[in-house]
């Protein structure tokens, strides 16, 4: 993929030290933290920093923690 000037300053800034140490996905079934889990694995390097922790994980109670 090839990217213009813009969106290289872009991930340029993204992926400096101000950027997040890691990334909790709270989600509602399984299927839906697998998704988040890969799907922004796959963005590290230009969404997120390429030493981000990212936790994707299903609530496993009844009505999770307020959030269903």
Known sequence: MEYD????KNIAI???LN???VVIVCC???KQASFWQSRL???KG???STDCIVLA???D??????NG
């Not at 109670?61 to 307020?66: E, F, I, L, Q, V």
């Open 19 to 21: 950027g997040f140490d």
């Open 41 to 43: 694995e796959q963005g």
């Open 61 to 66: 109670w009844p009505g999770g923690a307020g």
């Open 14 to 16: 993204m992926n400096q």
């Open 57 to 59: 994980v299903e609530e």
């Open 46 to 48: 230009s969404i997120i």
């Open 28 to 30: 509602s079934s399984l």
């Open 5 to 8: 000037n813009v969106t290289l």
